[in-house]
């Protein structure tokens, strides 16, 4: 049977409640940044790069100049790199709702066009992006008239304290992998060492699987339906290897200054300390675009005026935090369609 289009008056009436929750929200978190003294910035959508990470997929097409000669342009997939400019720039505090575009993306979690809600604090240690995140999740429940965020079955209190793991204390407890183990004093990561220890606590994997892969499907499988369950969980330092956009961490290079958000098994936002080295920036960067290549048979150009602002960008921490996701968790959403406005069709 034909589901009813969401533009059928009968199925908006049943929708609309939520979607007015989802604009209160948005009216609240825009004034708690405010308060806090940042910036709403409105960054292009259409950029010479859409991100150089190995498994992010963007929308391409051809900007064609006045002399009809035709230029790749892409769909960002973050306001990341405009957003990083302005820093360059002079900017202290930003903040951005962008609508941004990730191909091969859809399903109950996920649509190829949605909201990003990203901010960056110049100057300030990521770990205030922690709180940052609770104050929303809490704004977020408050304008749905609820104290819980829900997901099928699951409940997550954002008013209560939250947990902070390490990925490795993550990995140890809920996966029975030892992961730093895995990763040499250089962070070089020591696929067959990942993979045993995958092996030995029952997960398959294949002779071609990287150590990226089998950290992810561990993480997938293992870790995270355990997290963001009755409170908030801040998996914090993830390692440097899956940290492309990160500083590593102080007291251990291995790891670094990334975190994610999690409320009922669902991953909420993506957190950094940044990265303001260039040449590293770009050695990362082309190490992504080779496994890329080496993958889907593709790669994306580096955008070569963003490495030049990182030069002179200030220490800064930023995060990105899926708006969408959050008003589907506040509204209790049984899929994010469900709290879009328009749904892509």
């Known amino acids: 049977m034909t589901e009813t289009p969401w533009w059928s008056p009968s199925r908006h009436a049943d929708r609309r409640p939520v979607l007015l929750a989802r604009n209160r929200a948005q009216a609240a978190i825009r004034a708690l940044l405010a308060a806090e003294g940042f910036v709403e910035v409105d960054p292009p959508a259409l950029v010479t790069s859409p991100g150089n990470e190995a498994h992010l997929h963007a929308f391409a097409t051809d900007l064609i100049g006045n002399d009809g000669a035709a230029r790749r342009m892409y769909l960002h997939t973050s306001p990341e790199f405009a957003m990083k400019k302005l820093l360059a720039a002079g900017e202290q505090r930003i903040f951005s709702f962008a609508h941004v575009w990730r191909n091969r993306e859809r399903g109950v979690r996920h649509s190829p066009e949605f909201t990003l809600l990203e901010w960056y604090r110049a100057g300030e240690d990521y770990t205030v992006l922690m709180e940052d995140v609770a104050q929303m999740a809490r704004r977020a429940c408050e304008a749905a008239g609820t104290a819980l965020l829900r997901f099928g079955d699951h409940a997550c209190d954002p008013f209560a304290p ?22 040499g004093p250089g962070g070089v990561a020591d696929g067959p060492a990942l993979a045993a220890q995958a092996g030995a606590v029952g997960l398959r994997t294949a002779p071609d699987d990287t150590w990226s892969d089998i950290f992810s499907r561990v993480l997938s ?28 961490c102080a007291d251990d290079p ?22 303001t080295d260039a040449v590293e920036q770009r050695l990362r960067f ?23 602002a990182l030069t002179i960008m200030p220490p800064a921490s930023g995060i990105a935090l899926g708006f969408d996701r959050l008003v589907m968790l506040a509204t209790a959403a049984p899929r994010l369609e469900d709290v879009l406005w328009a749904p892509v069709d």
């Open 162 to 183: 939250v947990e902070r793991l390490s990925v490795s204390e993550a990995f140890a407890r809920h996966a029975g992998v030892d992961l730093l183990a895995t990763l």
């Open 221 to 248: 499988d293992r870790v995270e339906p355990h997290l963001g369950h009755g409170r908030l969980t801040m998996l914090d330092r993830y390692p440097a290897v899956e940290a492309a956009l990160a500083r590593t």
């Open 254 to 275: 291995r790891e670094a200054e990334r975190f994610e958000v999690y409320a009922c098994g669902v991953e909420l936002a993506n957190g950094f300390g940044e990265l």
């Open 286 to 308: 082309e190490a992504e675009m080779d496994e890329k290549a080496r993958i889907y048979g593709e790669r994306y150009p580096i955008d070569e005026d963003f490495l030049a």
